[in-house]
DNA sequence: AGTGCGACCCGAACGC
DNA sequence: TGCGTTCGGGTCGCAC
């Protein structure tokens, strides 16, 4: 599933692949994808070309000459870039072709990505953007503002490291992670952290996804495409899918039990 | 305002 | 074997 590092390998990849061609066919397989209307969506992006890709938290930024391409993966979702006469795979639910026969196919198994195709001097108006966070890889990122941001916070740290307003990129598989390597229990309360764990917690976010990038991603399950974007992280995870197998610094059990109705992994040992 | 939870999806895993 | 059921996961929107 698509956190913030393989986001980051999707830009990069595209970026390379698809700028400055023209675009003159767009196909919408699954209207409920869009939050814009189809029929706009198709006519806006017909004759212009994507000149930029950018990114914010987990959110593919398309720039155009005229509109903004947003786009979420979710847990699913991915690009692949095929000729235009091969066949419309299952789940392939968009599919932009550019004027030299080359399609931009967007696959997404369960459907829970979104797109939305927007006027450029509305970006700022986007609420979804708008709203995200600091990321891991921005210098502001500080345990100052995180501290500020847990103060008279009951709910378990584990599910605010989730919480996009206040770090944005972070899913749950690294915020597993990044609590494994900040030895802290994911049921402390945000309040109770202090300011030696939120270092830590920022300096372990910082650490993770910055490898994980370097890595491509994480991807449990194969993530092999036309882009060749294929996740190495996930042989570096400590705990997170590995519920009963042994910590690799303790050897304790690793637990996994539901925070907010999340998976939460842990090592019972290492996270008091 | 902060928090909790169902809905959105469908393949995989599980139960019988 | 084959059927039916349950589960998961990021985000939104609604209820409290």
Request: net charge positive.
């Amino acid at each position: 599933m698509p956190e913030i590092a393989e986001v980051e390998t999707v830009r990069k990849t595209l970026k390379k692949q698809i700028l400055h061609k023209k675009i003159k066919e767009v196909k919408v397989l699954y209207e409920k994808m869009l939050e814009s209307n189809p029929i706009d969506f198709k006519k806006d992006l017909i004759n212009d070309e994507f000149i930029d890709i950018k990114r914010k938290g987990k959110w593919l930024i398309f720039e155009l000459q005229n509109h903004y391409l947003l786009s979420h993966l979710r847990m699913e979702g991915k690009y692949f870039l095929k000729e235009h006469d091969e066949p419309i795979e299952k789940h392939e639910h968009i599919i932009i072709t550019f004027q030299d026969n080359t399609d931009l196919r967007y696959h997404d198994t369960r459907k829970f990505g979104r797109m939305n195709l927007i006027n450029k001097e509305d970006l700022e108006t986007v609420e979804a953007i708008k709203k995200q966070g600091l990321e891991p890889g921005d210098e502001d990122l500080t345990s100052t503002y995180l501290l500020s941001k847990l103060k008279n916070k009951n709910l378990p740290i584990k599910t605010i490291l989730l919480d996009q307003t206040i770090i944005s990129g972070l899913g749950n598989i690294y915020a597993n992670e990044v609590l494994f390597a900040s030895h802290i229990n994911p049921l402390k309360k945000g309040k109770d952290i202090t300011k030696k764990e939120a270092e830590d917690i920022i300096i372990s976010a910082k650490n993770i996804i910055k490898r994980a990038i370097e890595l491509g991603g994480t991807t449990i399950k194969s993530y092999t495409s036309s882009l060749g974007v294929t996740g190495k992280f996930q042989q570096e995870l400590m705990v997170h899918k590995r519920e009963n197998e042994e910590c690799k610094i303790c050897h304790t059990l690793i637990k996994n039990e539901k925070v907010n109705g999340r998976s939460t992994y842990y090592c019972p040992h290492c996270q008091k």
